[in-house]
């Protein structure tokens, strides 16, 4: 514990969004959301389907342009970056990964390095620390398992495959922030698990702050530090994973009847559902 008198640990304010609302002619995605995130923080962004979650991750990334409010990058408006220079802070995976195109995957990964090329597709080599591009993609191949895939099509490879190729793909990057919009929806239960726990061990070694827009709740407690809970583009919750995700708050935002348990490896709440009354008596009609 620090005494009263050492000094406090100065956090980096990596994003801010202040009084965001983003209008879509009479509709309202978002209103009045304000929020702030530390440099390194894991935030899991949840809700139900149109709660405003990719609207916010679109309006982060400076894909998209609120009605009124501000979104800060590092102190500055999204809007006032050009497009490398964000490219060198921010990073966005959609869900939908990479399409399966005739592209290899070395050229997919080496395709991340965009931001960081001049005009004539050239970078600055800094081979005392390591920065040779090459160096870079060879080393991402291999920590993501890809290198024996490197020069095999990404239409030869499973939907697994091509995910993980992506994440290499924004790993190579090097951005500071990692927007996720739903990366583990068209994995299976080994691939998503896979998936975020290489999310987190990148985290561990570099530091990148990661903001994931999920609907798994249980995989969400298990990663993400803090939690944006949106209801009908407003916040209904704003904190700590442990703190948010309880039996109450989950049945007035999704209007389920939920069971939290405390996970027995780490304790975090994981999620059941309960059947309604009509399906568990099992009297509904039969159709003939």
């Given at each position: 514990m620090k005494e009263a008198n050492e000094p406090q640990e100065t956090r980096v304010r990596a994003l801010e969004i202040a009084s965001l609302t983003r209008d879509f002619g009479e509709f309202h995605a978002l209103k009045n959301i304000s929020w702030s995130v530390d440099e390194g923080d894991w935030w899991g962004i949840i809700g139900p389907n149109g709660s405003g979650k990719s609207t916010l991750l679109h309006l982060l990334s400076g894909v998209d342009h609120p009605t009124s409010g501000n979104v800060l990058v590092y102190g500055k408006?999204?809007?006032?970056?050009?497009?490398k220079e964000l490219s060198?802070?921010?990073?966005?995976?959609?869900?939908?990964?990479?399409?399966?195109?005739?592209?290899?995957?070395?050229?997919?990964?080496?395709?991340?390095?965009?931001?960081?090329?001049?005009?004539?597709?050239?970078?600055?080599?800094?081979?005392?620390?390591?920065?040779?591009?090459?160096?870079?993609?060879?080393?991402?191949l291999e920590r993501l398992d890809l290198t024996d895939l490197s020069d095999r099509s990404l239409d030869r490879l499973?939907?697994?495959?091509?995910?993980?190729?992506?994440?290499?793909?924004?790993?190579?990057?090097?951005?500071?922030?990692?927007?996720?919009?739903?990366?583990?929806?068209?994995?299976?239960?080994?691939?998503?698990?896979?998936?975020?726990?290489?999310?987190?061990?990148?985290?561990?070694?570099?530091?990148?702050?990661?903001?994931?827009?999920?609907?798994?709740?249980?995989?969400?407690?298990?990663?993400?530090?803090?939690?944006?809970?949106?209801?009908d583009g407003m916040v209904e919750g704003l904190g700590a994973s442990s703190e948010l995700l309880t039996e109450e708050r989950i049945r007035h935002v999704y209007g389920v009847e939920p069971v939290m348990l405390p996970h027995?490896?780490?304790?975090?709440?994981?999620?059941?559902l309960r059947r309604s009354a009509r399906d568990v008596s099992g009297q509904g009609e039969r159709l003939e």
């Open positions: 408006r999204v809007s006032s970056y050009g497009r060198r802070l921010v990073a966005v995976l959609q869900q939908e990964g990479l399409p399966p195109v005739g592209y290899t995957v070395r050229e997919v990964v080496e395709m991340g390095r965009f931001p960081h090329q001049d005009w004539f597709g050239r970078e600055k080599v800094d081979k005392e620390k390591g920065m040779d591009p090459g160096i870079i993609t060879d080393r991402v499973s939907g697994g495959q091509r995910q993980r190729v992506a994440l290499a793909k924004v790993m190579v990057q090097e951005p500071q922030i990692l927007l996720l919009d739903e990366p583990t929806t068209y994995l299976d239960l080994r691939y998503q698990l896979e998936f975020m726990e290489l999310l987190a061990e990148w985290r561990r070694e570099t530091g990148v702050t990661i903001i994931s827009v999920l609907h798994d709740l249980n995989l969400t407690a298990q990663f993400c530090d803090d939690l944006l809970v949106l209801k027995p490896d780490s304790g975090v709440p994981q999620l059941l």
